[in-house]
């Protein structure tokens, strides 16, 4: 089973700076990556998959890197509604299976 | 409006049964794969399982801790996913969620499961 670690659990920030947020697999799920940013009350939402290609209507501030087993989450100038859980997520394809990691709790500073 | 609604949570006793349904609208429901997600109060994402859409054969995969207790089904006909849980354990309890495709690009806002005595 592949195990997803991101770091780090906690990252605090204010508006406007950079967020740099990092997942690590055990090993490689080649580019089958996902983000999704989750706020309190609410479901998750899909921002990155395969890596690096942004979902429907997610702002370009957001970013993704990667690939075999160490993957980025970049969010260029946070905005007040970025503070939030960011989770990764990974694809695997026999036997199919899907993988969450721990998440990244980005708050304000 | 592209939604999916999830209904069917509730409190239920160990060991007994619920069923959780997903109804979907706003898109072609049977073209989808579709996939439930849990997330126990104050915890991270688990992926449950998921059910391949018809022209992939409909099959289903499951999370080692669910397999044996839980099934996916889904009625295209309906655009309605399902989630019968069986032997239901304290630590079942969760908000559950429905999502769509491979890349989990939709979600419903989630129905809670407590199982408690």
């Known amino acids: 089973e592949i195990v997803l670690t991101q770091s780090p659990a906690t990252l605090s920030l204010s508006p406007g700076e950079r967020a740099t947020l990092s997942c690590r697999a055990s090993?490689?799920?080649?580019?089958?990556l996902a983000w999704y940013q989750q706020k309190p009350g609410q479901a998750p939402r899909l921002l990155i998959y395969d890596a690096s290609n942004r979902a429907t209507g997610i702002p370009a501030r957001f970013s993704g890197s990667g690939s075999g087993t160490d993957f980025t989450l970049t969010i260029s100038s946070l905005e007040p509604e970025d503070f939030a859980v960011y989770y990764c997520?990974?694809?695997?394809?026999?036997?199919?299976?899907?993988?969450f990691g721990p998440g990244t709790k980005v708050d304000i500073k | 409006e592209v939604q999916l609604v999830e209904s069917g949570g509730g409190l239920v006793q160990p060991g007994r049964s619920l069923r959780l349904s997903c109804t979907a609208s706003g898109f072609t429901f049977g073209d989808y794969a579709m996939s439930w997600v849990r997330q126990a109060p104050g915890k991270g994402l688990e992926w449950v399982g998921f059910i391949r859409s018809k022209a992939y054969g409909g099959t289903t995969e499951y999370a080692a801790s669910v397999k044996g207790r839980f099934t996916i089904s889904r009625d295209d006909s309906k655009s309605i996913a399902y989630l019968q849980m069986n032997s239901l354990k304290t630590e079942d309890t969760a908000v559950y969620y429905c999502t769509r495709g491979w890349y989990f690009d939709l979600w419903g806002r989630g129905t809670l499961v407590t199982v408690s005595s």
């Open positions: 997520q990974q694809r695997s394809n026999w036997p199919p299976r899907f993988t």
């Open positions: 090993q490689s799920v080649s580019s089958y």
